[in-house]
């Protein structure tokens, strides 16, 4: 347990840092103590070593704060950014790529397969493709396959 007269030096030495740092909140001066893994000390971790360690905070802000002529700001510590980890384990394939599968995948007659390289369409974009080809006066079996499956699904819905 901390003694008052630590408490006191330690609530001196943090009014003297934010002054010093013309800082408006005593959170502020957390940029400018330094951590070992790099990067500046979280707020909740200053707090902690007020309770704990009172001696070594006080120690790190008389190092980097009040003893130096210019405190320094220490850069944040890198992060990766979110969303950016790329799943190492998944294919990437580009869209020749799968271009090329759905080719061969008609020339194999593999019907499941042609179903999952096929880009996913609505029933509006399925209908305007079969107007087009009509009008052209042509076929597509698999085109007309898929509107009937969109519309079997609707009315399930």
Partial sequence: MMSTQET?????VIAQAVKKIEATREND????LPMPSGGYIHHFTMRKMRLEDPVKLREMIEQHILRTNKPI?????PR??????KRRDQLQFTKTDIETMLNLARSAGNK???RKLMPKKDLRTVKRELIVLIRH???D???WQLYSELVFQMTQA
Avoid at 80 to 85: D, I, L, Q, T
């Fill in 73 to 77: 700001s220490v850069a944040p510590k």
């Fill in 8 to 12: 006191l030096q330690i609530d001196e």
């Fill in 137 to 139: 006066g042509q076929v």
């Fill in 141 to 143: 079996n698999e085109l």
């Fill in 112 to 114: 499941e397969m042609i």
């Fill in 29 to 32: 001066i957390c940029r400018y």
């Fill in 80 to 85: 990766a950014a979110r969303g950016s980890r």
